[in-house]
């Protein structure tokens, strides 16, 4: 375990749905992130909060839209998602950006 | 030209062999770079971390540095059938605190 948590582990949902991802982090660290991964295809940075604030958001669609309430616990809402979304979506932190990076178990998102 | 490249093999070594993972970056500037492991169905797992030039070792792992050719690869001495996993390697720009990652190379070590 790596003091990173992500919940739900497996999630399947229509374009039409609403959900949300959780991570939490037990590290007490001051960075967290939120990646995409798809076969065959490098990680792929989406969000990026420090201290709290996002700091980098790399032309995600809209119908991702993160939430950072506390430095430990980042939320990653999604709705009306098209069948290419699906991906394993993973979370990380860092005790300050830039620096080693842990990340959860990942939550595995089929869209239908 | 990607940022951070790597061969995705798959890379096939036997048991108790050297196993040799490379790694080229494209920002001559970066100054840190990573290793993770990822199993199969799993999340990256952080292997080792280097940030100067030359060899960093941690029991059976060995990072290799070198920036003037912008390379850095990873060793895994007496491979073992557990080590077979993709292996991942990231690197953070200059002027950037965000890593990037390559896009992994998969190792399979036969017993």
């Known amino acids: 375990e790596t003091g990173v948590t992500q919940t739900p582990r497996h999630l399947v949902m229509g374009m039409t749905n609403k959900k949300s991802l959780k991570c939490e982090q037990h590290l007490g660290h001051n960075a967290m992130y939120w990646y995409k991964q798809s076969a065959k295809k490098p990680l792929e940075l989406m969000f990026v909060?420090?201290?709290?604030?996002?700091?980098e958001n790399n032309s995600v669609p809209s119908r991702f839209s993160p939430e950072c309430p506390n430095s430990s616990h980042l939320f990653l809402h999604l709705h009306t998602l098209q069948p290419e979304d699906s991906a394993l979506y993973l979370c990380?932190?860092?005790?300050?950006?830039?620096?080693?990076?842990?990340f959860g178990p990942g939550t595995r998102l089929t869209v239908t | 030209q990607k940022e951070v490249e790597q061969n995705s093999g798959p890379l096939s070594v036997p048991e108790g062999a050297i196993a040799s993972l490379n790694c080229t970056y494209s920002?001559?500037?970066?100054?840190?770079f990573f290793w993770y492991r990822q199993y199969s169905g799993k999340s990256p797992e952080l292997i080792m971390s280097?940030?100067?030039?030359g060899d960093k070792e941690d029991g059976r792992f060995t990072a290799q540095l070198n920036k003037a050719s912008q390379y850095v690869s990873l060793l895994i001495r007496d491979s073992q059938p557990s080590d077979s996993a993709t292996y991942l390697c990231?690197?953070?720009?200059?002027?950037?605190?965000?890593?990037?990652f390559g896009a992994g190379t998969r190792l399979t070590v036969k017993p």
């Open positions: 920002d001559r500037g970066s100054q840190s």
């Open positions: 909060y420090s201290l709290e604030e996002r700091v």
């Open positions: 990231a690197v953070r720009p200059y002027n950037n605190n965000d890593m990037r």
């Open positions: 280097i940030y100067s030039n």
């Open positions: 990380a932190s860092s005790q300050i950006q830039g620096y080693e990076q842990y």
